[in-house]
């Protein structure tokens, strides 16, 4: 960690969104994670997503439990919305400040305890609900927090740093998300921003609950040798599926892309994805086949990453429930109340 | 693109942007760390060693340093590196104790300087103490050259010349002041093993204008009128003045006019106002003092009754290209205008003269009347004889003065030892680790976001009442202490080991400037073009090394960095380290001598 701020001096080039804003205008207080956490890389990767699709920061709320990874919404969207849960109860905050205004932009920022361990139960539960989010795990296989105790989704076979072998199964939190019903499920690596980055601006637009298990190394405890979670065991077992552009709705297409290797993918905002494929033919709409592939892979060892899953038809909690389009903390008296007229229909309509 | 040698002492030299410039290579970010520190004695020495002048540059110098100061691409100024200089010489302690002693043991070689301005007293400083027998001689009583006889004291008290001239000739130099040459081979004849030529440019150029010699009472050369002005033959002007030329000597003359007798002073320039030779802060000083600058007239002639000067009628002109693109002046056709005024000084240029030298001696000069001389060696066609400061190259400023008599120094000492003079000695440089924790370094890395302070100055009444009353009050120690605060530290660089990186990108993160991009390699153009922000900067290095894991390289482009060690500070496996890089020139003496 470093004591002093950030010098506020920046690039006098430094390029500038819709809003007029830099990047450095996203940042929140300096990071006190250790030096070189791949947490630190998602907070960049989550600031350059936003910058680029110029949101406007107080139309963001971030949402996190307990762990180093859930520390991190401090050090990123410093002008946002912010709400430091208990450990693993994050998705219900989440859903109850997504019920009460459904206008705001949700990001729901947990670790692979906060989410695999304690909050298992909450995780799951925001998933099958469709929460309209973007649920980010940053996975680094430990307790970072709590000095490097291993987590529920550490391989087995991964060695800690002391040698010691574990000796349970792993949960897999994207093959979990597919299970139970998430409508955008990807996964990533802290180590590569180019496909981290715009994997955030497409959950970011998706109408419902999207899920990003982002694999992260931490420095301190789990990035040895013998670690499945180390920069070194990411990088060389990556078996990414697809390499992803996320276009804007107004934004021209520029590139042309060789076809029979691009799938694009339409947005309900107007926005595009579009996916080169790397390897294997895959369809990211096909939820059974990517739970095959998901198992395929991982049976040899290796890490699927990118886009795995999207539905093209997400639905929303809200949807289910049937609320108002206005947030309900924008609904004022007389919406709520009525008076007597309204309620004497009620009752005679139950009569 | 090739990874960086930074084992070249010019690499890193390059990234401190104000010593690379400074022509006597002084080392900056380290005596500002010193003023910083409050350690102005160590301030003032590392100028001394680099500079021999460090008082007198320190109100004077021409800063060539400052538009090369990184913090002005940073923000909107540069740090006020001359002016804290002047702090460390006007704080310190006594400094007698600390210079070098005169030569207990002489080596038997006799040294003639010829003139005894910054350049000869430079070679005098650097030859002494090795133990030469240095004899300076000045047509003037007193040792310093322009620096006394030119520059008004309001801008440069004696005492500090005095103080730091005296410093060099305590050294165990023979001055043999009001002592003219009119003859290179009398002192060829004295067997000297080496004479160097500092005798300036001490002619002031003239304007044969109808009307100069009716009116040729009042009408005085610039140079000649200050230095009467220095001695005190002159203590005053006629109430309309008006100066001719658009550098600093025109600067000069007009605000001396001020301070005796000059009431409605104008300068009168032929070019534009951004075109004018003077630096930008005299001009300000000057219409600060109530002194209007006229640009684009072009002086046609005098006018006088009786003997007697009545004023200069102009031409107005504009500036055209001609069809080469070059910039021509042309008359606008506006009716001319006349100044009337009592006095007129010419500020039009300075010349070379070398009468004294004799033509058949050996020393070549070319068809402009300026000596033959090597620009590293400074040595002239005849082998003892060197030349350095305004005499070798025609005018320019003191640092440059200094800065050739080191070299030249350097030249006469291995000359002197029968050595090949063109084997320049390379400087001396270290690269030490600045890291004493984690997160803590020994320097400051904390980035002062305050813009550049200014330079208090006396009430314009006061100090236009006595041509002797400095105007500059300087820093004092808390002002100066804020103002190093805004030095980046340049000398402490940000050296990158390809074998330690794991490239998790927390550098790339943390970088407030954007410098740091983990790409694939390519070409210098292309890979500027693909940098994280647009090095746009083409004088500035890219700082590239390969050797990572997946196969990628670090290039980090030096322009902008703030030298915060930030970068350092992230890196989980010191990757990146905040090492000191110092340079010193190597002056004569065993060090600039061949190893043989
Ligand atoms: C008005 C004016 C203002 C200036 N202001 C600045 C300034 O603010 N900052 C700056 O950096 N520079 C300034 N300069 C320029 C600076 O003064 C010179 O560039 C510098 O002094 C040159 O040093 P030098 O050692 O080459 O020679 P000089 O300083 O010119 O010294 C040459 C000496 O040689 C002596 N000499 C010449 N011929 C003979 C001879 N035949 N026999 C014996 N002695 C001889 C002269 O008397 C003189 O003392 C200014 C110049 C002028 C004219
Ligand atoms: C209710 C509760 N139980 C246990 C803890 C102790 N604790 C703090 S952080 C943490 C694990 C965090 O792990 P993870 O979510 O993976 O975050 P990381 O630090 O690895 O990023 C635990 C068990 C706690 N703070 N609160
Ligand atoms: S302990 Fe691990 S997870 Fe926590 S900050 Fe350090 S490197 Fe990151
Ligand atoms: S010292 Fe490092 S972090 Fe600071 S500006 Fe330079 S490269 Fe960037
Ligand atoms: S912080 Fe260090 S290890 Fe990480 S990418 Fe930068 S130099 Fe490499
Ligand atoms: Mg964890």
Redesign the pocket.
């Given at each position: 960690m470093s004591y002093l701020a950030k010098p506020k001096f920046h690039h006098p080039d430094i390029e500038t969104n819709e809003l007029g804003f830099t990047h450095r205008d996203y940042e929140g207080s300096i990071s006190t994670l250790c030096a070189g956490c791949g947490h630190d890389s998602i907070s960049s990767a989550i600031m350059r997503a936003c910058f680029e699709l110029s949101l406007p920061p107080h139309r963001i709320a971030k949402l996190s439990g307990i762990?180093?990874?859930s520390k991190t919404p401090t050090y990123f969207l410093g002008q946002s919305h912010g709400f430091n849960s208990v450990h693993g109860r994050m998705p219900s905050v989440l859903t109850g400040a997504n019920l009460a205004n459904r206008d705001l932009i949700y990001l729901g920022v947990s670790?692979?305890?906060d989410s695999a361990s304690i909050g298992f139960g909450q995780f799951a539960h925001s998933i099958r609900r469709g929460v309209n989010m973007v649920y980010i795990v940053?996975?680094?296989?430990?307790?970072?927090l709590t000095k490097g105790q291993f987590?529920a989704t550490s391989d087995r076979g991964s060695k800690s740093k002391r040698g010691v072998v574990n000796t349970d199964s792993a949960i897999d939190l994207a093959a979990t998300a597919l299970q139970l019903g998430a409508t955008f499920v990807a996964r990533s690596f802290s180590g590569d921003k180019s496909q981290l980055v715009p994997l955030i601006k497409a959950a970011i637009e998706h109408r419902g609950s999207a899920f990003i298990d982002c694999i992260s190394p931490?420095v301190a405890f789990n990035n040895h040798e013998g670690s499945t979670r180390s920069f070194d065991y990411v990088r060389s077992h990556n078996a990414a599926l697809n390499k992803l552009d996320y276009i804007t709705g107004r934004a021209p297409i520029t590139t042309d892309y060789e076809p029979g290797s691009t799938q694009v993918v339409k947005l309900h905002d107007g926005s595009t994805i579009r996916l080169s494929k790397i390897g294997a033919d895959y369809d990211v709409h096909d939820r059974v086949a990517a739970m095959h592939h998901l198992h395929t892979r991982q049976a040899t060892g290796e890490i699927v990453t990118g886009l795995i899953y999207l539905d093209g038809e997400p639905h929303d909690l809200h949807d289910s429930l049937n609320t108002v389009t206005t947030p309900l903390n924008e609904l004022n008296t007389p919406d709520l109340t009525p008076g007597q007229k309204a309620l004497d229909a009620i009752n005679a309509s139950l009569r | 693109m090739k990874s960086t040698d930074i084992a070249n002492p010019n690499y890193f030299h390059k990234v401190v942007d104000c010593q690379w410039a400074c022509p006597a290579h002084t080392p900056v970010p380290e005596y500002i760390r010193q003023i910083s520190a409050g350690d102005y004695t160590a301030a003032y020495m590392i100028n001394w060693k680099s500079n021999v002048f460090p008082g007198i540059l320190g109100r004077t110098c021409d800063r060539p340093c400052e538009p090369a100061c990184r913090r002005g691409r940073v923000e909107d100024e540069p740090v006020a590196i001359c002016r804290l200089k002047r702090v460390s010489a006007d704080y310190k302690d006594d400094v007698r104790p600390l210079m070098p002693k005169p030569a207990s043991q002489k080596n038997g070689k006799r040294i003639a300087c010829i003139g005894a301005g910054p350049a000869s007293l430079a070679v005098a400083r650097d030859l002494a103490p090795e133990g030469y027998e240095v004899v300076v001689f000045d047509q003037d009583k007193l040792a310093g050259g322009m620096m006394r006889t030119q520059i008004p004291k309001f801008r440069l008290p004696e005492t500090v010349i005095d103080e730091e001239v005296g410093y060099v000739l305590d050294l165990g130099i023979e001055f043999r002041g009001g002592q003219r040459i009119d003859s290179l081979k009398s002192i060829l004849d004295q067997k000297f093993d080496a004479i160097f030529v500092g005798t300036g440019a001490p002619r002031g150029r003239d304007l044969d204008l109808p009307g100069r010699k009716e009116a040729a009472a009042n009408i005085h050369l610039g140079i000649d009128w200050l230095s009467s002005v220095s001695f005190g033959h002159t203590d005053k002007i006629g109430k309309r003045v008006v100066v001719l030329g658009g550098g600093n000597t025109a600067m000069d003359c007009c605000r001396s006019s001020r301070r005796l007798g000059g009431e409605q002073v104008t300068v009168v320039v032929r070019s534009g106002f951004d075109e004018m030779k003077a630096s930008v802060w005299e001009k300000e000083d000057a219409m600060h003092e109530g002194i209007p600058i006229l640009n684009w007239l072009v002086p046609k002639e005098f006018t006088h009754r009786d003997g007697k000067l009545t004023g200069v009628i102009f031409e107005k002109v504009k500036a055209v290209l001609d069809a080469k693109g070059r910039r021509d002046l042309v008359p606008t056709g506006e009716p001319d205008t006349l100044i009337e005024c009592d006095d007129v000084l010419l500020a039009v240029g300075q010349e070379n003269a070398f009468p004294w030298i004799e033509k058949d001696v050996g020393v070549e000069f070319d068809r402009w009347g300026m000596p033959k001389v090597d620009p590293a060696t400074h040595q002239s066609t005849l082998p003892k004889v060197f030349f350095g400061g305004d005499a070798a190259f025609g005018p320019k400023n003191i640092i440059w003065a200094v800065a050739h008599g080191h070299e030249a120094a350097v030249s006469i000492d291995k000359f002197c030892r029968g050595e090949n003079i063109a084997e320049r000695p390379s400087p001396l440089t270290n690269l030490v680790s600045q890291k004493m924790g984690i997160h803590e370094w020994t320097y400051e890395n904390g980035v002062s976001n305050d813009l550049r302070f200014k330079v208090p100055q006396k009430e314009t009444a006061i100090a236009l009442r006595n041509i002797k009353t400095e105007v500059e009050l300087g820093f004092d120690p808390k002002l100066g202490h804020a103002e190093a605060q805004r030095c980046l530290n340049c000398d402490v660089q940000t050296v990158f080991s390809a074998k330690l990186c794991i490239e998790c990108d927390a550098c790339v993160d943390i970088c407030p400037i954007d410098c740091i991009t983990f790409t694939d390699d390519g070409e210098e153009s292309d890979l500027r073009s693909r940098l994280l922000a647009p090095a746009k900067n083409l004088t500035q290095d890219i700082y590239v090394q390969d050797g990572l894991k997946t196969g990628r390289i670090m290039a980090k482009d030096e322009d902008l960095c703030l030298h915060c060690g930030f970068c350092a500070e992230r890196c989980p496996t010191g990757a990146w380290d905040m090492q000191k890089f110092s340079l010193e020139i190597t002056h004569a003496g065993p060090g600039c001598r061949s190893k043989a």
């Open positions: 762990g180093c990874s670790g692979d305890g940053e996975n680094n296989g430990v307790y970072g987590s931490c | -």
